[in-house]
């Protein structure tokens, strides 16, 4: 693959700016957005709670005057567990009745954090294992939220989000080392924008005064790291892609990916308002998963032919994403020629020469196909990627995009 491609909006950013510009009492024009399947479960999110939303072509004219005006209902988070998680508490922010449906592995995502909240304060709720149709009725109060920090930092944004709405004070307390920092970082940036004040004290602990008010802001979305690492890899590989609209000051926790890649032998390089990077040879390298797990299957297609062994560590959380992703990239790799064992929360990759071809599955997750599809540009042979559409839910044009820089595939339905 050649040429330059134009990284989609950050979807993490753009879920923020839809919450945030909903909960605000004004219009705000967040620009540059993607209509993935995600964001616009985020999107109808905000709607169920009242929220006046217009779609424009790449746009969003949002009036948050009328939110939380509107009693009831039901929130189709879709796949979407950032939609799923911040609104949990949002949705409870004033006293509601509410539902929350999903589909795919979304029932199966832990809640227990905002269960153990619901039981100390009284809120009731309902919800089917495994499957999600969490009902919840009644009022987030002000309080001492004690929020385990190796779960998910989304727990920590969905409760930074609703805490100022309250009428008393609140404190998140971190109860054990904090993973995905750089998600939190967006969170704050985010809040700080819409006019929300939030004290943090070393990400340990978090004040939250209540009563405050979400004021309307214009916000234009930035370039998604963890899209522009599939392209950053390619390159890797030996394609040569330029890829525009990725901001170097970014706070986005996944550019951590630029690092990486430059330990494995990359050189960055800035031309224009474009980056690219160059490879002579891959070296192995020790990758943290903790900070930046959605760059993960990608970065281990570029492993998985890097000379030497490289281990991908605290990788629990990729276990609970759309697919148990460290088994999920490790046994389709593996079935294209890579050298992978897959251990309790790691992966050790012993780096081989090239990849042979074959059938394999995207386990209907988008990280996944795409990721394959960036292994496919360095198979010996074709590659056969089943359930491709998948990539909707985060990157919709990423097959016009990869077949604009050269990539050659042909789509068909292989049937039941």
Not at 71 to 99: Q, Y
Not at 102 to 127: A, E, V, W
Not at 138 to 153: P, Q
Not at 229 to 234: E, G, I, Q, V
């Amino acid at each position: 693959m050649s040429g330059e491609v134009v990284i989609p909006p950050s979807k993490s950013m753009a879920h923020r700016a839809v919450i945030a510009a909903a909960l605000s009492k004004g219009i705000s024009t967040i620009d540059n957005i993607d209509f993935s399947d995600d964001i616009i479960a985020t999107i109808e999110a905000m709607r169920t709670l009242g929220a006046k939303i217009e779609i424009k072509e790449k746009s969003l004219i949002i009036d948050g005057s009328d939110t939380f005006t509107k009693k009831g209902g039901v929130i189709d988070c879709n796949e979407s567990g950032s939609t799923l998680r911040f609104l949990v508490p949002i949705s409870i922010a004033k006293e509601n009745e509410i539902t929350f449906v999903g589909r795919g592995n979304l029932g199966k995502r832990p809640l227990d954090i905002y269960y153990s909240i619901f039981n100390k304060q009284n809120i009731d709720y309902s919800y089917e294992e495994n499957i999600l149709n969490l009902k919840i009725n009644g009022e987030l109060a002000g309080d001492d939220f004690e929020v385990a920090g190796n779960v998910s930092s989304q727990f920590i944004t969905g409760l930074l989000f609703a805490l100022p709405l309250l009428k008393d004070d609140s404190r998140i307390i971190i109860t054990t080392e904090l993973q995905s920092k750089g998600y939190l970082d967006l969170t704050l940036d985010m809040l700080n924008k819409f006019g929300i004040e939030i004290i943090n004290k070393d990400y340990k602990e978090f004040i939250i005064k209540g009563n405050q008010s979400y004021k309307a802001f214009d916000y234009s979305v930035e370039g998604d790291y963890s899209q522009g690492a599939f392209f950053l890899c390619a390159n890797a590989l030996g394609n040569k892609v330029l890829s525009k609209g990725l901001d170097l000051e970014s706070l986005q926790g996944d550019k951590e990916v630029i690092e990486i890649l430059e330990r494995m032998g990359g050189k960055l390089n800035i031309e224009g308002n474009a980056i690219n990077m160059t490879f002579n040879e891959l070296k192995s390298t020790v990758i943290d998963a903790s900070q930046c797990p959605d760059v993960i299957p990608v970065l281990t297609v570029v492993a998985a032919l890097s000379e030497g062994e490289t281990r991908v560590i605290n990788g629990e959380r990729l276990r609970i994403k759309e697919c148990d992703r460290l088994n999920a990239i490790a046994t389709e790799l593996n079935k294209i020629g890579a050298n992978i064992v897959e251990l309790e929360n790691e992966l050790i990759i012993n780096g081989v020469k090239e990849f042979t071809g074959g059938e394999v599955s995207s386990h209907d997750d988008h990280r996944i196909a795409m990721s394959m599809a960036i292994a496919s540009t360095f198979c010996k042979e074709e590659l056969v990627i089943t359930n491709p559409k998948c990539v909707s839910k985060s990157y919709p044009g990423f097959w016009n995009d990869f077949k604009a820089l050269g990539g050659d595939f042909d789509e068909w339905n292989m049937g039941k």
